[in-house]
């Protein structure tokens, strides 16, 4: 299995270096193909010369899709891509591109996830990180979550491949929340492409 990870200089590359340890470790069976960026500053990109990892700048969204067609990936991981992902690269690679999404999406677009202690769980549609997290704190949630789900032309939704909760506390704030809950969003990827990559 072939995947290219897309990445800006939004992050730090964490869910990058949390791919490339877990294809390490042998618990994904695949190869990174290419980490892309639109910005040449992204952190993320010297993590992936240090592990002598391909790497490409793709500064203008129209470029991407002739871009991946040429890499050809099974998979494409969105790593703190800001750019906007064009229709026609949704349509080009339906159900092969993997988005983590600071909420917790629902099953069906009428629905709602449910955290462990069966309250609902927030879908935060529309809200980039910092945003999302204050958005838990601001609705008094018991939970704090994420989802990795399928890109589709349904924004911020598509079917979900799993999803990550943190419990809330009395004291927390968007900092030290987002902090637990990115420890928990780099194992939910390697958790779900190591299902993925299964012969």
Not at 93 to 122: E, Q, R
Request: with cysteine; net charge negative; glycine share 6%.
């Amino acid at each position: 299995m072939n995947i290219c990870v897309l990445i800006s200089n939004a992050g730090t590359g964490t869910n990058l270096q949390a791919i490339i340890n877990g294809i390490a470790d042998g618990k994904i069976n695949a190869d990174i193909a290419a980490v892309v960026s639109d910005k040449a500053d992204a952190p993320g990109l010297e993590r992936a010369r240090k592990h002598n990892l391909p790497t490409e700048i793709c500064s203008k969204k129209e470029d991407l899709l002739p871009l991946l067609k040429q890499l050809n990936p099974d998979y494409i991981c969105l790593a703190g891509w800001k750019q906007i992902i064009l229709d026609e690269v949704i349509l080009a690679f339906p159900n092969k591109i993997l988005n983590l999404h600071p909420g917790l999406i629902p099953d069906s677009t009428d629905g709602v996830a449910v955290n462990p202690d069966n309250t609902p769980g927030l879908w935060n549609k529309g809200m980039l990180t910092t945003k999302a997290i204050q958005n838990f704190l601001n609705h008094h949630a018991t939970y704090a979550g994420s989802s990795i789900h399928f890109l589709t032309l349904n924004f911020d939704f598509g079917p979900v491949l799993g999803r990550s909760f943190e419990k809330i506390l009395a004291d927390d704030t968007v900092d030290n929340l987002y902090k637990r809950l990115k420890d928990k969003e780099n194992n939910l990827y390697v958790e779900v492409l190591q299902k993925l990559s299964l012969p």
